[in-house]
């Protein structure tokens, strides 16, 4: 009897343990809680005028919503002067890149960040519209795209896009 009673504690103490682990909430989001994630866009040139990249990290906030927060570069530069090719000078259009997490087909939020003839560095977080204690945050994307348009406003210049890339979130949520 003695042995069962120690046991029976052993496994109480460790269900307890299990448990506490698994309701366990942070009191601050960090980007460092979940395993970072690389992403790329770029737009649909023939030469790389314009191309985004850098991490997600995914976290699940304290109303129990999903972040991601966005790090990297977007770059608008003519290849001209290392290629000599002439189809990769300047082209007067400059890049813009969007960051929009999606619930199903429906935009949540979303971010820009634009350049022309150079790098930008960004990090900002997007917040998600789900609850994930729901169970609907698979739904949950984020959609990267990159379109580039006249910089003049002037020249009658149609705007185009690169093809749109979605990321998944990342997190462990218990």
Same mark, same amino acid.
């Given at each position: 009897?003695?042995?069962?009673?120690?046991?029976?504690?052993?496994?109480?103490?460790?269900?307890?343990?299990? *448990?506490?682990?698994? *309701?366990?909430? @942070?009191?601050?989001?960090?980007?460092?809680?979940?395993?970072?994630?690389?992403?790329?866009?770029?737009?649909? +040139?023939?030469? @790389?005028?314009?191309?985004?990249?850098?991490? *997600?990290?995914?976290?699940?906030?304290?109303?129990?919503?999903?972040?991601?927060?966005?790090?990297?570069? *977007?770059? +608008?530069?003519?290849?001209?002067?290392?290629?000599?090719?002439?189809?990769?000078?300047? +082209?007067?259009?400059?890049?813009?890149?969007?960051?929009?997490?999606? +619930?199903?087909?429906?935009?949540? #939020?979303?971010?820009?960040?634009?350049?022309?003839?150079?790098?930008?560095?960004?990090?900002?977080?997007?917040?998600?519209?789900?609850?994930?204690?729901?169970?609907?945050?698979?739904?949950? #994307?984020?959609? &990267?795209? &990159?379109?580039?348009? @006249?910089?003049?406003?002037?020249?009658?210049?149609?705007?185009?896009?690169?093809?749109?890339?979605?990321?998944? @979130?990342?997190?462990? #949520?218990?």
């Amino acid at each position: 009897m003695k042995c069962t009673t120690s046991l029976t504690r052993g496994s109480l103490a460790l269900g307890t343990g299990l *448990l506490a682990g698994v *309701l366990a909430v @942070p009191t601050t989001a960090s980007a460092d809680a979940s395993p970072s994630q690389a992403f790329s866009a770029q737009s649909a +040139d023939a030469c @790389p005028h314009g191309l985004t990249q850098g991490t *997600l990290s995914w976290v699940v906030d304290q109303s129990w919503h999903a972040v991601v927060y966005v790090n990297g570069t *977007l770059s +608008d530069q003519p290849e001209s002067a290392s290629s000599g090719s002439f189809a990769c000078a300047e +082209d007067g259009y400059e890049s813009d890149a969007s960051f929009t997490i999606y +619930d199903g087909a429906n935009a949540v #939020t979303t971010a820009h960040e634009q350049v022309d003839n150079g790098v930008v560095g960004f990090g900002f977080p997007l917040r998600g519209g789900i609850d994930v204690r729901s169970g609907s945050v698979v739904s949950e #994307t984020l959609v &990267i795209q &990159i379109c580039r348009s @006249p910089v003049n406003s002037q020249i009658k210049a149609p705007t185009y896009c690169g093809k749109a890339v979605t990321y998944y @979130p990342t997190y462990v #949520t218990g």
